[in-house]
């Protein structure tokens, strides 16, 4: 979300004649949870500040409150971008729909395996995931958002990257 700071805005319709575009600062990562009353929508308050131990455990802490319907207010609001995970429960392919106060949403499916070509040309076991994104497109084009899940995918192939970017 530094690299691309539009994916963190929302529209402002509030003056449906005359909408802005809100910058947002923080990033207030939304992770959807399949929990006993429903889907819902908690997320991680200032991810960019936070290591990748708190992140966890925050990640933790959210799922545990969810399970047990005790989720607060405060967990709920203020979300800038969501991830909604389907693999977990065994889903593919997902068409992710954005929440109206965000402009992006990413939705990942199951790891598969899967024959795939190595540098060499042979055919060898891979691990394929699909990553499926959504965007406002009144401030989002297609290749923003492409640009951003090529760098995603950069990320998740190559970790050390991840590392050196990490706080």
Known sequence: ?????????????????????IMRAKHNIGIAMDT???LIVPNIKDVASRSIFDIAAEISRLSALGKAGKLTSADLGGGTITVSN???????Y???VIVPTEVAILGIGRTRTLPVFDE?????????????????????????????????????ESPELMLLNLR
């Open 94 to 96: 997902v068409a992710p």
């Open 1 to 21: 979300l530094n690299e691309f700071p539009i994916l963190n805005a929302r529209v402002d319709a509030s003056t449906p004649e005359k909408p802005k575009l």
């Open 36 to 38: 006993p009353t429903g």
């Open 120 to 156: 060499a040309g042979q055919v060898t076991k891979g691990e394929l995931v699909n990553f499926s994104w959504s965007a406002d497109h009144r401030v989002i084009d297609g290749a923003t958002m492409a640009r951003m899940g090529n760098r995603v995918r950069e990320l998740i």
């Open 86 to 92: 389907i693999g977990n429960i065994g889903g593919t």
